[in-house]
T-cell receptor, first 115, second 117 residues
């Protein structure tokens, strides 16, 4: 079984500062990892995904995440926060398997950006 | 191209009543998923359709929940009778990719916020 732990239910950064949202996973088989973002009153939007190719994955809006197997981590970063980045972010995992296995999500991290 | 749409966006019902949530996936997407987020907790998988067939319904909480996808197009999720603990946000997602985990990286709707009072 897989699981995801997101450290920090709420993270606050200043505009222009580094964004770091932490995600650790547990999986008995090689994982596929995802980050989603939910802006207010909107659905979940895929930011980026790791699917066993490059370990450093670049996504939309300047976000990137690095898969570190030794640390079982997939932290999300952005060099410089913008006010529009304020949203809730979800890390999710699934596994290489036949069919379209469902996602297992973390509890989410709400990002606030302070002017 | 229209995204995944869900109706209604909000619903407030009394305990014991019936509510039906609807999801219209992206046209042509065979895979349709329902997820739920109870307040303060993680988003959890409910079930997965491939076309009109239930591929996996292991996440359905109990037999008060009934999902259908007639004709392999839109899907409904009925809760009957609703209980207080059913409150939460219900997400629908759809994808086209088959046989690969990337297919799980689906397109999500905006969710239906259900409040049972």
């Amino acid at each position: 079984a897989q699981s995801v732990t997101q450290l920090g239910s709420h993270v606050s950064v200043s505009e222009g500062a580094l964004v770091l949202l932490r995600c650790n996973y547990s999986s008995s088989v090689p994982p596929y990892l995802f980050w989603y973002v939910q802006y207010p009153n909107q659905g979940l939007q895929l930011l980026l995904k790791y699917t066993s190719a490059a370990t450093l994955v670049k996504g939309i809006n300047g976000f990137e995440a690095e898969f570190k197997k030794s640390e079982t981590s997939f932290h999300l970063t952005k060099p410089s926060a913008h006010m529009s980045d304020a949203a809730e972010y979800f890390c999710a995992v699934t596994t290489l398997n036949s069919g379209n296995t469902p996602l297992v999500f973390g509890k989410g991290t709400r990002l606030s950006v302070i002017a | 191209e229209a995204g995944v749409t869900q109706f209604p966006s909000h619903s407030v019902i009394e305990k014991g009543q019936t509510v039906t949530l609807r999801c219209d996936p992206i046209s042509g997407h065979d895979n349709l998923y329902w997820y739920r987020r109870v307040m303060g907790k993680e988003i959890k998988f409910l079930l997965h359709f491939v076309k009109e067939s239930k591929q996996d319904e292991s996440g359905m909480p109990n037999n008060r929940f009934l999902a259908e996808r007639t004709g392999g197009t839109y899907s409904t999720l009925k809760v009957q009778p609703a209980e207080l603990e059913d409150s939460g946000v219900y997400f629908c997602a759809s994808s086209q990719e088959r046989g690969r985990p990337q297919g799980s990286a689906a397109f999500f709707g905006q969710g239906t916020r259900l409040t049972v009072v």
